[in-house]
């Protein structure tokens, strides 16, 4: 059954808008060869990141996520079976938004499953107006 993650995590002080970039096209290669879909989410303070794929998969990519140090406390909101995707379009589609840094630091420290849930589907809608990759 495949999997659906949902995490927020701590933006490093030193990341830099160019570091997300790289994350961006990193994590395009990887994780188109690997099957995964999802959605990435900068504040100026926190990431956010959709994960949906074979739970195979989602343990390998979660494990390089963990180990990458331009963030840090990676707090696993959502862990779910997923028969479908939310973000099947991309490899990895990519929202700036400043504005969703309050609520970012918040669901970080409320870790409220059902919150997150609605922040998802929130993420799904704001997604629909990016273009599909090719
Ligand atoms: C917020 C964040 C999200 C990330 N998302 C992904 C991802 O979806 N897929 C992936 O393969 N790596 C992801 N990474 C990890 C890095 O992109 C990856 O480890 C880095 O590019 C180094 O890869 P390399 O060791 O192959 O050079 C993420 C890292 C951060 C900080």
């Known amino acids: 059954m495949p999997k659906r993650i949902f995490y927020v995590s701590v933006m490093a002080a030193h990341t830099t808008?160019?570091?997300?970039?790289?994350?961006?096209s990193?994590?395009?290669i990887w994780n188109r060869r690997q099957d995964i879909t999802g959605l990435l989410l900068a504040?100026?303070?926190?990431?956010a990141?959709?994960?949906?794929g074979r739970a195979e998969?989602?343990?390998a990519v979660m494990e390089r996520i963990?180990?990458?140090?331009?963030?840090?406390?990676?707090?696993?909101?959502?862990?779910?079976?997923a028969a479908k995707r939310q973000f099947g379009r991309w490899a990895m589609a990519y929202l700036r938004r400043d504005?969703?840094?309050?609520?970012?630091?918040?669901?970080?420290?409320?870790?409220?499953?059902?919150?997150?849930?609605a922040f998802m589907s929130l993420l799904e809608a704001l997604s629909i107006d990016l273009a599909s990759e090719p």
């Open 43 to 47: 504040t100026r303070t926190h990431f």
């Open 49 to 52: 990141q959709v994960l949906e």
């Open 26 to 28: 990193a994590s395009t």
């Open 99 to 117: 504005d969703c840094s309050q609520a970012l630091e918040q669901m970080h420290m409320a870790r409220d499953p059902a919150q997150a849930q």
């Open 57 to 59: 998969a989602i343990a």
């Open 66 to 81: 963990r180990s990458d140090d331009r963030h840090r406390s990676i707090e696993i909101l959502v862990d779910v079976d």
């Open 17 to 24: 808008d160019l570091d997300i970039r790289a994350i961006v």
